[in-house]
């Protein structure tokens, strides 16, 4: 069973940073793409980031330049660095794993940590 564990989250002033961390259990990296997702109150779910097996990374527009993505595959972990962090940032983070189906098909954001709050304040 596949289970993501997310943890450094907290609180922090505009400008700082944070490093968030998945710990993934029973889930093997580099056969497809993890991710995460944030949801700020009040509003949609947003795709913060994506990293494919071959550890290729993507950013949404809004953290392109202060976030990264970067993976242990040795320790089963993804991280998200963030800095420049702005009070826009604030909300709830999500980690996400592809699982790859019996046909040989990532489906995406299959698997979900639990979240761990991010808030800056100003």
């Known amino acids: 069973q596949v289970q993501l564990v997310e943890s450094g989250g907290g609180s922090v002033q505009a400008g700082g940073s944070l490093k968030l961390s998945c710990a993934a259990s029973g889930y093997i990296f580099s056969t497809c793409g993890m991710g995460w997702y944030r949801q700020a109150p009040g509003k949609e779910r947003e795709l913060v980031s994506t990293i494919s097996s071959d550890g290729t990374a993507s950013y949404a527009d809004s953290v392109k330049g202060r976030f990264t993505d970067s993976q242990d595959n040795a320790k089963s972990t993804l991280y998200l660095q963030m800095n420049s962090l702005k009070t826009e940032d604030t909300g709830v983070y999500y980690c996400?794993?592809?699982?790859?189906?019996?046909?040989?098909?990532?489906?995406?954001?299959?698997?979900w940590g639990q979240g761990t709050q991010v808030t800056v304040s100003s």
């Open positions: 996400v794993a592809d699982a790859l189906n019996t046909s040989g098909y990532c489906e995406p954001f299959r698997y």
